[in-house]
């Protein structure tokens, strides 16, 4: 399974960005997907995840609101929408997905078995 991740950059406070995840080596379709960051000197979190129809849609408390995730099964490319970005979404940012296909959309880091390369994301204020 392999993960790229794009669409980083620097933005002004305010502004928005929207980062893509290409998938490949599986169905894509049969797997949730999910998107966490990495601030510099912090851990790994989760910002945001989908179920694998598309349905169901999670999201950390701090971006809620302000970032939509999606997904285009067609084009095995699931999407997060960011939108009033803050200096504090200043991280890199991960695509992952699941080893198992599971009902149930989770959060946890270590649910995660495959990860994008990580796209970095600079909101400047």
């Known amino acids: 399974v392999q993960l790229q991740a794009s669409g980083g950059g620097l933005v002004q406070s305010g502004g928005s960005l929207r980062l893509s995840c290409v998938a490949s080596?599986?169905?894509?379709?049969?797997?949730?997907m999910a998107w966490f960051r990495r601030a510099p000197g912090k851990e790994r979190e989760f910002v945001s995840a989908?179920?694998?129809?598309?349905?169901?849609?999670h999201y950390a408390d701090s971006v809620k609101g302000r970032f939509t995730i999606s997904r285009d099964n067609a084009k095995n490319t699931v999407y997060l929408q960011m939108n009033s970005l803050k200096p504090e979404d200043t991280a890199v940012y991960y695509c992952?997905?699941?080893?198992?296909?599971?009902?149930?959309?989770?959060?946890?880091?270590?649910?995660?078995?495959?990860w994008g390369q990580g796209t970095q994301v600079t909101v400047s204020s």
């Open positions: 992952a997905s699941p080893l198992y296909s599971t009902a149930v959309v989770l959060r946890g880091r270590l649910e995660y078995a495959y």
């Open positions: 080596g599986r169905t894509f379709s049969n797997y949730n």
């Open positions: 989908i179920s694998w129809s598309g349905n169901i849609g």
